[in-house]
Each structure stands twice: as C-alpha cells, then as structure tokens.
C-alpha cells in the first residue's frame, strides 16, 4: 500500500499535464480556424456577391464625376511686378503717371469641360486627355500697387483717365508676361498631379493622352 500511494502523485501530474496540453492544442485550432474563415470571407463572399472573380470594373461615367466634382478648376497663380509709364504731351504742357503695379494672373484647367470621350479606364489604367489650360482671372493687387509720379502740365487740368489707362496697361503686359513665363504649363502640371492623387487612392495608374 505504501508503494501504491507513492506512484498516485505523479500518474496525476502526467494526466493534468496532458490536460492542458489538449486544451492548448484546442486553442490554437480554434484560432487557426477563426483566421481562415476570416479569409474566405473576406475573399471569397465578395467574388460571389460581385458575379465572380476578376478587377473591379469602374464605369467611365462614375468615375467623369468624380473628376468633375473633384475641382472646377486647378488653379495656379502668379504674381508680377511691372513699371508702366503713361504720357500725355501736349504743346501746352505733359500730363504723366508713373505706375508701379503689382499683379495676379491666375490659370487653370477646367474639369467640367472634360467628355466622356476624354475619359477610358483600361484595367487598372484611366486614360484622360485634359482640356487646354486657360487663364481665368488677370488684375492688380490695389494694396501693392501705387503711383510713383504724376506730372500735370501747368496749362493742362488734371487727367484722370490717365492712371486708370496706365492700369488697364499693366494688367494686358502683365497677362503676357505670365503666359510666356509659362503659367498655362504650370496649370496643366499641376491638374495631372490632383488626378494623379486622386485615382492612386483607388490603385489605379492615369495616363494622359496628348492634345
């Protein structure tokens, strides 16, 4: 009897130890089937809700809209400094104004003006040919701008049509010169770079045909 009750003890040591041992076995089943089944749901319930597998089709006239409301227009500014010199000279005397203006010129693409035949979606490509990039505001930063000179003959009244001439001038050269320091590039660049953003969101590549 006393060698009986000395091997007891640990005969039940061994069974508890393969107790837990099951019971953590049960454990990880359960979480290895958990994971698995998150996965076929996860992968497989869609494919079946959507018709079956293959890449999400995106409709063009959805993503037209999504353009569209994206922004109407990109813009870009600019802002210039130009010196405009405006003379009257008369027998009797010269009238004159020396402007310093201070201007914004504005550009942008607009997207509302995109068709739908501007727009493809191959695969996981969208396909875009922007419309031509367009200035859409020119005019002179009153704050800024301030007349340097003004010169009245001493026989002549005071002019002044003469200033608001010279303002009108300063925004028409100042348009110019903006378009030639190449804002309308600028417009366009940065309309391709808000797509480009835009549809890497979704995981899809733009390209952009040319004009």
């Known amino acids: 009897m006393v060698e009986a009750s000395r091997l007891t003890p640990p005969r039940n040591a061994q069974l508890n130890s393969l107790m837990k041992k099951s019971h953590i076995f049960l454990v990880m089943l359960g979480l290895v ?4 089944g998150g996965i076929w749901l996860g992968v497989v319930v869609p494919r079946f809700i959507s018709g079956g597998p293959g890449p999400r089709a995106l409709p063009s006239a959805t993503v037209l809209r999504q353009v569209q409301t994206l922004s109407q227009l990109v813009t870009v500014k600019y802002v210039m400094e130009k010196v405009v010199i405006m003379e009257d000279a008369k027998w009797f005397g010269d009238n004159r104004v020396l402007l310093v203006a201070n201007g914004i010129v504005k550009a942008g693409v607009n997207f509302d003006q995109l068709k739908p035949e501007d727009l493809q979606i191959l695969e996981k490509k969208v396909v875009i040919r922007l419309p031509n990039p367009q200035i859409t505001d020119a005019y002179l930063d009153d704050r800024q701008t301030r007349v340097v000179e003004r010169t009245t003959g001493l026989l002549r009244t005071f002019d002044k049509d003469l200033e608001q001439n010279a303002r009108q001038i300063a925004v028409d050269d100042i348009r110019r010169a903006a378009r030639t320091a190449g804002i309308l590039k600028d417009a366009e660049e940065r309309a391709q770079s808000q797509l480009k953003n835009l ?10 045909l040319p004009k």
């Open 33 to 36: 089937a958990m994971f698995l």
């Open 199 to 208: 549809f890497s969101q979704s995981g899809l590549e733009v390209e952009f």
